[in-house]
């Protein structure tokens, strides 16, 4: 029983470690971040889903601002009070769908989706998308997590509909009219979630 309790714990404290560190745990992400950065130029991004503002202090180091969006409110006030001492991070509350149309979009942007589950639930994957093509603002790069990454065993998340590529991509191709390329992620530590990355095609 002891023994059972300890294994329990083990794996709960190491499961509460991942999420609380940046991209959860996942080290490649960062690297890949910075490639597309120095790649497109890219001086902004937006993060959809703060949670404990893990990954926003890691992104506040890659970008020069950083916008993240949080719907549950202890989450929200847990990551604004942690992030209160970057002063090129702003923590905003509210469901990222409906933050995203109020806010004002400047151009050479990373958008990391990460907005789904946890006690929020459902998934504004479509809808966010939907937005950013309605901005029309140029150099625009996507991270999504969780994502379905074919012929690979990563994580990945199922909400109304699988985080996939052909669940996206009429959404794709309205944020990317000229077109766009995309890759996935080779190597995944940490959590071992899916990501993938879209960018516009014409600057490679
Ligand atoms: C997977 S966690 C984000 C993890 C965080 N990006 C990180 O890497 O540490 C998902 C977060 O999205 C939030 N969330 C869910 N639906 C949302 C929505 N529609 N708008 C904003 N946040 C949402 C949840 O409350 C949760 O904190």
New binding site residues.
């Given amino acids: 029983m002891r023994i059972c309790f300890k294994m329990f714990w083990n794996k709960y404290a190491s499961v509460k470690i991942i ?6 745990g996942d080290t490649f992400i960062a690297k890949e971040l910075i490639k597309l950065r120095d790649r497109f130029g890219l001086t902004h991004c937006i ?10 202090i890691e992104l506040a180091a890659i970008f020069e601002n950083v916008i ?5 409110d202890a ?1 929200f006030g847990k990551a604004k009070e942690r992030l209160s001492e970057l002063k090129n991070v702003n923590v905003l509350f ?6 995203l149309l109020k806010l004002f979009f400047s151009d050479n942007v990373l958008y ?1 989706l ?11 994957l479509k809808e966010e998308l939907e937005i950013i093509a309605s901005k029309g603002h140029k150099n625009v790069c996507i991270a999504i ?2 994502f379905k990454v074919p012929g690979k065993n990563f994580g990945f ?1 199922t909400f109304d509909y699988e985080l996939c590529y052909e669940e996206i991509e009429p959404y794709l191709k309205m944020v990317y009219p000229d077109g766009f390329d995309y890759h996935y992620n080779e190597e995944a530590d940490g959590a071992r979630q899916g990501i993938a990355y879209f960018y516009p095609i014409k600057k490679i």
């Fill in positions: 999420m609380n560190t940046a991209f959860e993060e959809t889903g703060s949670q404990y503002g893990s990954t926003t993240t969006i949080e719907a549950d989450y509210g469901m990222s769908e409906e933050v990391y990460d907005a789904h589950g946890d006690r929020i639930g459902g998934c504004p997590h969780d998340d």
